[in-house]
């Protein structure tokens, strides 16, 4: 009912920079807010960045400055440009959206299937 598909992740150098993009495909759902998540190995899946369908963002202390979160509501497609990557960036990154059924009684989330991102030293 709600599909994400991400693209854009990638193998990079230190302080160059993705941009990933997920898009939403939803039937009889209305897509609140998107997000991404990411998790590297052995650690725990964190928030990266969330986007509210008015627009308003929120990001980790870690990731602020350099990433930015952005939508295009038409497209039901979520942005994350990534600037000066650093190697501890490394993880996969997963799209995720809120939504709402068109009656609005119920709200679930939804994930994509994860995409690597690799920065090297």
């Known amino acids: 009912q709600v599909q994400l598909v991400e693209s854009g992740g990638g193998l990079v150098q230190a302080g160059g920079s993705l941009r990933l993009s997920c898009a939403a495909s939803a039937s009889a759902f209305r897509i609140n807010a998107m997000g991404w998540y990411r998790q590297a190995p052995g650690k725990q899946r964190e928030l990266v960045a969330v986007?509210?369908?008015?627009?308003?963002?929120n990001y980790a202390d870690s990731v602020k400055g350099r990433f930015t979160i952005s939508r295009d509501n038409a497209k039901n497609t979520v942005y994350l440009q990534m600037n000066s990557l650093k190697p501890e960036d490394t993880a996969v990154f997963y799209c995720t959206a809120r939504a709402t059924t068109r009656d609005g009684i119920y709200e679930t989330s939804y994930w994509g299937q994860g995409t690597q991102v690799t920065v090297s030293s």
């Open positions: 986007i509210t369908s008015s627009g308003r963002t």
